[in-house]
């Protein structure tokens, strides 16, 4: 199989991180990772940055670590290539109802700033920071750059400039957090934007419940040692604490952008206008009349030279993809007897995540507590995708919901058996409210529905994280 060049765009908590890890562990002749778009999620965008550069950071430890200790190195990937580093979005793009006071707050605490601002801050803070490790790799990193590329674009105007300069077909997109940057992008310049051979997207849930749902929150646990960065108590968390308690149907990287999945989802369809979300109202104090739509809401061009295709890892898929601590336990433990740096850093953050999951699951305990594997498995897929096993449902019309009461975020399917129309017209007929049944109408996205690792991937991902 050829090699696949990726972009990927991630909110980088726990599972974001073992998916870059896996990215980095591939083979230059699997993947090349060409740039890391950090974009907000649980947490604010400065915070996903500092994630980004820890990871770099205990990366290069574990190389330096491996060498001393006559390993084979790994990471070759990431040692062939160095990817860039962009900053995206700190919210979304319709800043309105359930998301509005959560971000109106963030971004007057922690105001947006440009790319430069962003990288600028984030040094200053770690070299003031009592945590040794982030406060080495705030010195080292700026110095050096061995592992990775700064951009001081923003990250939606640094995908479009490799699109641009790239053949078509030839970049895959892997969106492992909510879609704001590849709506920016795609609003920006809509035929660049469709250069892309393909998007894969982890999001969505068709017949599983939602994952947005409130963190627990535990007082007395200690903070692990070179955590990732989670979301600091105060008005933010609960805000976040408030907001995760909405729908008991979404998943989380659809919700917290639900216009933007909407806006990137339309792009597949024959008409995008057909399942476009209508432009929001005006907000509080701006005359409705006054402007036209700001132009990452504007309409689509109404001829576009194709469509967009999108392969989505909804919950359904992903659910089923484990690692248990057992397995875990199994791999770590003799890593950290010999002291990896790698297997250290992970220890701090997994184990404290298994632990958790165990409070949250009912009778499950000890080694069977599973983590999901979300994120890991759309790297996965990049590389392994020629392998015949992985299951897709072709052309299905997943729609987003972006304004209902309870719905908001929801992938919205036609579950009938009704015959589909045969008048090629694009309007909406008598018994068809919504276009569901025009075959000109709706999206097209491909939906995977099995994978060749269901029952192996937990370990597959550890053997190439930790080369073994």
């Excluded at 007395?220 to 308690?245: H, S, V």
């Excluded at 002291?339 to 949250?360: G, M, N, Q, R, V």
């Excluded at 499950?364 to 897709?392: A, E, F, N």
């Amino acid at each position: 199989m050829a090699r696949r060049k990726i972009i990927i765009d991630t909110d980088p908590g726990v599972d974001d991180i073992l998916a870059l890890l896996l990215a980095f562990a591939s083979l230059p002749e699997e993947l090349e990772v060409l740039l890391i778009s950090v974009t907000y999620g649980n947490i604010d965008v400065q915070n996903c940055l500092r994630n980004v550069v820890s990871l770099f950071y205990h990366i290069e430890q574990e190389i330096a670590w491996r060498e001393r200790q006559g390993r084979s190195t790994g990471f070759e990937t990431l040692r062939k290539t160095r990817p860039l580093v962009a900053v995206g979005p700190d919210h979304p793009l319709n800043d309105q109802i359930l998301m509005a006071d959560h971000f109106r707050k963030s971004k007057f605490l922690h105001p947006s700033m440009t790319p430069d601002e962003a990288w600028k801050a984030l040094f200053i803070a770690e070299e003031k920071a009592q945590d040794p490790v982030m406060a080495a790799s705030a010195f080292e990193l700026p110095q050096r750059n061995t592992l990775f590329d700064v951009s001081h674009r923003p990250s939606h105007l640094e995908i479009l400039r490799l699109l641009r300069e790239s053949e078509p077909d030839t970049i895959t997109i892997v969106a492992i957090g909510p879609l704001t940057t590849l709506a920016l992008a795609a609003a920006e310049d809509p035929e660049t934007f469709l250069r892309v051979k393909e998007v894969v997207v982890m999001g969505g849930t068709i017949d599983q419940a939602g994952n947005v749902s409130p963190p627990a929150h535990h007082p007395w646990a200690p903070e692990p040692p070179y955590r990732l960065i989670k979301q600091a108590p105060g008005p933010i968390r609960d805000l976040l604490n408030l907001r995760n308690q909405i729908t008991p149907l979404a998943e989380f990287n659809t919700f917290a952008d639900a216009y933007a999945a909407a806006r990137v989802y339309a792009l597949t369809s024959p008409n995008p206008h057909t399942t476009l979300p209508p432009t929001p109202p005006a907000p509080p104090g701006v005359d409705p009349g006054s402007d036209a739509p700001p132009p990452f809401l504007a309409p689509y061009p109404e001829k576009l030279s194709r469509r967009l295709n999108v392969t989505l890892f909804p919950l359904d898929i992903t659910e089923r993809h484990l690692l248990t601590r057992g397995e875990y336990r199994k791999v770590i433990t003799p890593l950290l007897e010999a002291k990896s740096p790698l297997a250290e850093w992970t220890e701090a953050f997994l184990s404290s995540t298994f632990d958790k999951i165990e409070t949250l699951q009912k009778d499950v305990t000890g080694d069977t507590v599973s983590l999901q594997l979300h994120d890991p498995l759309c790297i996965y897929y990049c590389i392994t995708s020629s392998d015949s096993r992985w299951k897709m449902n072709k052309d299905e019309d997943i729609r987003i919901e972006t304004s209902g009461q309870w719905t908001r975020g929801m992938c919205v399917v036609d579950k009938r058996t009704r015959k589909k129309r045969e008048d090629g017209d694009v309007g909406e007929q008598p018994g068809d409210s919504g276009n569901w049944l025009s075959g000109q109408a709706g999206n097209r996205l491909m939906r995977c529905v099995g994978s060749p690792g269901e029952e192996t991937f937990g370990g597959y991902m550890l053997k190439r994280i930790f080369n073994l």
